[in-house]
């Protein structure tokens, strides 16, 4: 089984800081794309950033020159530097990685439970 585990959210004031990490463990051959995506009431989830195994990314316009995502492929873990927040950036945020299976050697898509990250006052 496999299992991504996110961490760092949380409140902060606009134009402050987070780090978001997520780590993907369990039965794991290699870890393909990663990526952050986010959620709010009503609305779709819709992608933050991603990156590849090689270390390309793209981000969404919203977050271009505020967020930075970087991974450490000897822990299979991703992160999302986010600095200048705004009250808009406020969601739920949710880990996304395409992993190889160690024993099937197939390729499946895995979610995290989503972590939360309000930017208030």
């Known amino acids: 089984q496999v299992q991504l585990v996110e961490s760092g959210g949380g409140l902060v004031q606009p134009g402050g800081s987070l780090r978001l990490s997520c780590a993907a463990s369990g039965s794991i051959s290699g870890v393909n794309t990663m990526g952050w995506y986010r959620q709010t009431p009503g609305k779709e989830r819709e992608l933050v950033a991603r990156?590849?195994?090689?270390?390309?990314?793209n981000y969404a316009d919203s977050v271009k020159g505020r967020f930075t995502i970087s991974r450490d492929n000897a822990k299979n873990t991703v992160y999302l530097q986010m600095n200048s927040l705004k009250p808009e950036d406020t969601a739920v945020y949710y880990c996304?990685?395409?992993?190889?299976?160690?024993?099937?050697?197939?390729?499946?898509?895995?979610w995290g439970q989503g972590t939360q990250v309000t930017v208030s006052s």
């Open positions: 996304n990685a395409n992993i190889i299976s160690v024993i099937t050697f197939q390729t499946n898509e895995y």
């Open positions: 990156i590849t195994r090689g270390g390309n990314t």
